[in-house]
């Protein structure tokens, strides 16, 4: 039988660029020097770095973050997280298959919201738990694997390796972060922003949802309200 559990999103960073910030930084001066990029990345010192990435990302020009890739490990999200998470199109997905991986002892997440009525906790458990057994059931009677999963709800857990290059993961985060996401991927992604900032703090100091990376909402009358607090402390402070 599946277990039912509270999310638990569990991120890693498997690889990145080795020195991503320096790559880029050589990408950017490529553009503007007849030297190669390999003698640029050796002659670039920190501050030059800095200053390089600061002007790129106020300009708009982002184009040279794409050189920078980074690879996490995703477990613990549900196949509705999944949903969301593959509509961001410059990105490589390789997902635990339905098909081919027999989810006989699978988890199955469980809404914060649902958790704190226990009344209802208690009828989607059961729900779950008799999803669970007749899907069981269906592997015991022959039924292949890709056929039997058609009775798993889409709080079904899954895994993923998911790769992102910089830029792409800096407008990941502006939707992802944002308080308007749904709670799995908002989750998933603040612990990827956490990864990435580990090995490349410059380039994601300021990203997140864009009220902070932008300082704009795109949210309109369904805002969080963020925008607008933050907007009167700035205003307060001018």
């Given at each position: 039988m599946g277990r039912q559990e509270e999310s638990v999103v569990r991120v890693e960073l498997l690889s990145y660029t080795g020195d991503?910030?320096?790559?880029?930084?050589?990408?950017?001066?490529?553009?503007?020097?007849?030297?190669?990029?390999?003698?640029?990345?050796?002659?670039?010192?920190?501050?030059?770095?800095?200053?390089?990435?600061?002007?790129?990302?106020?300009?708009?020009?982002?184009?040279?973050?794409?050189?920078?890739?980074?690879?996490?490990?995703i477990e613990g999200i549900s196949r509705t997280a999944e949903i969301h998470l593959v509509r961001h199109r410059i990105a490589s997905y390789s997902i635990q298959s339905?098909?081919?991986?027999?989810?006989?002892?699978?988890?199955?997440?469980?809404p914060p919201e649902i958790i704190k009525n226990k009344i209802v906790l208690k009828k989607y458990k059961n729900y779950l738990k008799k999803c669970q057994e007749f899907y069981n059931e269906l592997l015991e009677l022959g039924f292949k694997a890709e056929d039997a999963r058609m009775v798993q709800p889409q709080s079904v857990q899954i895994k993923a390796v998911v790769t992102m290059n910089a830029r792409?993961?800096?407008?990941?985060?502006?939707?992802?972060?944002?308080?308007?996401?749904?709670?799995?991927?908002?989750?998933?992604?603040?612990?990827?922003?956490l990864e990435v900032k580990k090995v490349a703090p410059i380039i994601f100091e300021k990203a997140g949802a864009s009220c902070l990376s932008q300082k704009i909402c795109w949210e309109g009358d369904l805002s969080c309200g963020l925008y607008k607090s933050l907007r009167g402390r700035l205003g307060k402070r001018g």
């Open positions: 991503p910030e320096a790559v880029v930084v050589a990408a950017i001066r490529q553009c503007y020097s007849s030297i190669g990029a390999r003698e640029l990345k050796k002659k670039t010192d920190k501050e030059t770095q800095r200053r390089l990435l600061a002007q790129i990302m106020a300009s708009g020009h982002t184009s040279t973050l794409e050189h920078a890739s980074f690879t996490f490990v339905g098909r081919y991986v027999k989810r006989g002892k699978t988890k199955y997440t469980i792409a993961l800096r407008h990941f985060f502006e939707l992802r972060c944002c308080q308007r996401a749904q709670w799995e991927i908002r989750e998933m992604a603040n612990k990827m922003l």
